[in-house]
């Protein structure tokens, strides 16, 4: 979605050589969070939210509306920085190559937009490799930006917060989750919280972080050649996780619809309406009935891999990982059966931003202040 400016709402350059210096000093925490608010008013300042999970590096960059945002500019990349962490325990020197590549792209795009605010963060790979601080400071050395490592309930926070303005107003629960490169997280969402101002505050009922993602279900099981038996085996190890938390919260007060976010059902979206090329506008609040998730999910298992490479929707980048993430989603909707399923091609970067924004009061004019 490089580029691709887009409102925020209910529906639907290599690296070489030393790093430039931005406008302001990406190293130093305090003026990061703080100076945009001393030289901006409002809704003048810019915001950026970079996501480095995985699989795949992510950017948005986004100005205020009077009640949301505007993504002015954007940037996705699949990197697979997580490629052989579960074995290995260590990130690799291809992988950590692939996302310096990326991050310096990043971090063009937040110079040449006059990014003020920003929060840069990592996930799983970061989380579980060995050498993930070593790699946050050779980021910081060579590519100039400071990420940080968020923990696991973080995360499921902000994919909440970036996905509740899709949930159904009229229902009283649903369940999100977020099928990840390295891991997987569930939420339970009550009925959304009023808001002063900006998109609806999410209610988090209960939450939940699965050891376990599309990169590391594949590279386990392998995700080239998945025939029933073994997609079978993959989704029996997923339910292993997914069943304790349905145990606890399932049952009678069982969740009115499921609203996924991830490459997964995106991609799962984008096979079912049969388009010619991913077309976010299209997948973003897409409704999928429980017959049509099933339908697709068989469309896949019956595809050889050059199929699957040679589907618009999928790719090359996402062959081997497709029916991994299937085999989470199905452990998923085995232990929570909903009707209804709402695809969202957002998450965790939007939910940084309305963070960020609603801290700084650009909806309700009252800005937390600085310490």
């Known amino acids: 979605m490089d580029d691709e400016a887009r409102a925020f709402g209910p529906g639907p350059a290599r690296l070489q050589g030393p790093h430039r210096r931005s406008p302001w000093d990406w190293r130093r925490p305090e003026v990061r969070a703080h100076d945009g608010l001393r030289r901006h008013d409002g809704r003048s300042r810019t915001y950026a939210a970079l996501d480095l999970g995985t699989n795949n590096c992510r950017l948005l960059v986004a100005r205020p509306t009077h009640d949301s945002f505007r993504v002015v500019d954007a940037f996705s990349r699949i990197i697979r920085l997580g490629e052989g962490v579960s074995a290995s325990g260590v990130l690799s020197e291809a992988a950590i190559v692939?996302?310096?590549?990326?991050?310096?792209?990043?971090?063009?795009?937040?110079?040449?937009?006059?990014?003020?605010?920003?929060?840069?963060?990592?996930?799983?790979?970061?989380?579980?490799?060995?050498?993930?601080?070593?790699?946050?400071?050779?980021?910081?050395?060579?590519?100039?930006?400071?990420?940080?490592?968020?923990?696991?309930?973080?995360?499921?926070?902000?994919a909440a917060t970036g996905c509740t303005p899709l949930m159904d107003p009229q229902v009283n629960s649903v369940l999100l989750f977020d099928i990840g490169g390295g891991s997987s997280e569930l939420v339970r969402l009550g009925r959304s919280a009023p808001a002063e101002g900006g998109p609806p505050v999410p209610t988090i009922e209960a939450w939940a972080s699965l050891p376990v993602g599309v990169v590391t279900l594949a590279e386990r099981h392998g995700g080239i050649a998945v025939d029933r038996a073994l997609f079978e085996t993959m989704i029996a190890e997923v339910a292993v996780f997914v069943e304790r938390f349905a145990a606890r919260h399932g049952g009678p007060q069982a969740p009115m619809h499921m609203l996924g976010t991830s490459g997964t059902v995106t991609t799962i979206c984008g096979v079912h309406l049969r388009l010619p090329r991913y077309d976010r506008r299209q997948v973003d609040g897409c409704w999928m009935h429980e017959a049509e998730v099933t339908a697709v999910v068989e469309q896949l298992l019956a595809m050889s891999y050059e199929d699957r490479v040679a589907n618009a929707c999928i790719g090359r980048e996402r062959a081997d990982l497709v029916l991994a993430g299937c085999a989470i989603l199905e452990a998923i909707r085995r232990a929570f059966p909903c009707a209804r399923l709402r695809i969202a091609d957002r998450g965790l970067r939007e939910g940084i931003l309305v963070q960020l924004m609603r801290e700084d009061g650009v909806w309700t004019g009252a800005p937390r202040p600085a310490p």
């Not at 990014?115 to 050779?138: D, K, Q």
């Open 98 to 158: 692939r996302a310096l590549d990326a991050l310096g792209v990043c971090r063009d795009k937040m110079m040449n937009r006059t990014v003020t605010r920003a929060r840069l963060i990592a996930t799983e790979a970061c989380r579980a490799a060995a050498n993930g601080p070593a790699f946050l400071a050779r980021v910081r050395e060579q590519v100039g930006i400071e990420l940080e490592i968020v923990d696991r309930e973080t995360e499921a926070l902000l």
